[in-house]
């Protein structure tokens, strides 16, 4: 397993500016090596189904006090898992990826939730998300409609292809709405995987969701 502190070196190494925040993906490890990088100096992590969050977190509550970590679902979200994702009260939820969505979980919400706007910039089908075409006006329809629910950003997934040119495209097409709206409060780029988070973050993103690269 690589020392957190060399991940977070290769991270400060591309970064060009903005800091960059790191989100450790914990859905293919137990909670045995989430707290190790918790004790590490990670607090943030990424689950992508809502039962394995719970499940990691009522864990983790009883070995560490207070409840210390910063939960982000990064998964699809499926309607009969939002009642029990709100209970959890994650720090962000990452994949919203329609205006109905956003509806569906505002309208159970009684407190405030920070979301990020998933964008299929790669226009992949395999993958979730908004065209990037209509993802200025479908953020600023959630930020006009939602009485709990706050887009802080976008979120996106690189091309899943081998040629750099592509996903560095797929990147700098996220990191275009992202500047767009950065005047309507947008705060996070949230792109970059074990993969290609390097190659994201010198496309601008300044929040990346490393799983395999931490736990090798």
Not at 94 to 122: F, G, H, M, P, T
Not at 153 to 167: E, F, L, N, P, R
Request: glycine share 4%.
């Amino acid at each position: 397993m690589k020392t957190l502190a060399e991940i977070l070196e290769r991270i400060k190494k591309a970064q060009i500016g903005e800091e960059v925040k790191l989100i450790a993906v914990s859905k293919n490890v137990t909670t045995k090596e989430v707290l190790e990088l918790f004790n590490e100096g990670q607090t943030d992590f990424g689950e992508n189904r809502v039962q394995e969050l719970k499940n990691k977190r009522q864990i983790l509550s009883e070995i560490l006090p207070n409840d210390p970590i910063n939960w982000h679902f990064i998964g699809r979200l499926q309607s009969n898992k939002i009642n029990q994702l709100i209970s959890l009260r994650p720090a962000l939820w990452q994949s919203c990826e329609s205006l109905k969505a956003a509806l569906e979980v505002d309208k159970r919400l009684d407190y405030e939730l920070e979301c990020l706007l998933q964008i299929n910039s790669a226009e992949e089908e395999s993958k979730q998300g908004i065209e990037a075409k209509n993802a200025i006006e479908t953020f600023l329809a959630i930020k006009e409609s939602c009485k709990f629910l706050r887009p802080v950003g976008v979120m996106s997934i690189g091309a899943h292809v081998d040629d750099m040119k592509t996903i560095q495209k797929s990147f700098e097409i996220t990191r275009k709405i992202y500047e767009e709206l950065k005047p309507h409060r947008a705060k996070i780029c949230s792109m970059g995987m074990s993969s290609d988070f390097e190659l994201a973050i010198k496309c601008g993103s300044n929040m990346v969701r490393l799983g395999s690269v931490l736990y090798k």
